[in-house]
Antibody, heavy 121, light 110 residues
Framework: EVQLVESGGGLVQPGGSLRLSCAAS????????MSWVRQAPGKGLEWVSV???????YYADSVKGRFTISRHNSKNTLYLQMNSLRAEDTAVYYC???????????????WGQGTLVTVSS | QSALTQPPSASGSPGQSVTISCTGT?????????VSWYQQHPGKAPKLMIY???KRPSGVPDRFSGSKSGNTASLTVSGLQAEDEADYYC??????????FGTGTKVTVL
């Protein structure tokens, strides 16, 4: 059974850093495309970042240069390192497995339960 | 990348049908058959309902169907049931290794 469990959220001051983790089971993270999607309180979904099976990484303009997606193959875990955090980064962060077709990322088939990040002084 | 446009709300009585639109551009919805739809109940994670415009994952009732015409995709829920009351989001691949989500639609079962 595929499972994704996020952790690492919490309260952080503006300008601070936080690292989110997403532990996967039932499949191999490094063989799949994986993504982070966030949802600000009462708002819609926003794509944040993706890492391809080959290791290439891509980011939404809103987080480019501040966030870094990575994975630890032996731990079968996905990460999101978030630096220079702003109030507008406050959201529930979901990790999701991405299904690709002919090498093109297509849709998100499994999602974790999310972890809340609050950026406030 | 701007969010895809969805109506804020839609409603229908039990047994009726409701259709939600998702309007983008030729750079996302219109440019790829990679439109997907997600259902989200309050406090829960999104759940995949439709992928590649009109395909249903295993376990999703056939009351849910998807289509696309030009830059607009649509999700139809037929035979509305109480458990269909939720928020629905469309998503599309947007080229250059980017994704975009819709603004979301709250479906109410009257």
């Amino acid at each position: 059974e595929v499972q994704l469990v996020e952790s690492g959220g919490g309260l952080v001051q503006p300008g601070g850093s936080l690292r989110l983790s997403c532990a996967a089971s039932g499949f191999t993270v490094s063989s799949n495309y994986m993504s982070w999607v966030r949802q600000a309180p009462g708002k819609g979904l926003e794509w944040v970042s993706v890492i391809y099976s080959g290791g290439s990484t891509y980011y939404a303009d809103s987080v480019k240069g501040r966030f870094t997606i990575s994975r630890h193959n032996s731990k079968n875990t996905l990460y999101l390192q978030m630096n220079s955090l702003r109030a507008e980064d406050t959201a529930v962060y979901y990790c999701a497995r991405v299904i690709a077709v002919a090498g093109t990322a297509n849709y998100f088939d499994y999602w974790g339960q999310g972890t809340l990040v609050t950026v406030s002084s | 990348q701007s969010a895809l446009t969805q109506p804020p709300s839609a409603s229908g009585s039990p047994g009726q049908s409701v259709t939600i639109s998702c309007t983008g551009t030729s750079s996302d919805v219109g440019g790829y058959n990679y439109v997907s739809w997600y259902q989200q109940h309050p406090g829960k994670a999104p759940k995949l309902m439709i992928y590649e415009v009109s395909k249903r994952p295993s376990g999703v009732p056939d009351r849910f169907s998807g289509s696309k015409s030009g830059n607009t995709a649509s999700l139809t829920v037929s035979g509305l049931q109480a458990e269909d009351e939720a928020d629905y989001y469309c998503s599309s691949y947007a080229g250059s290794n980017n994704f975009v989500f819709g603004t979301g639609t709250k479906v109410t079962v009257l």
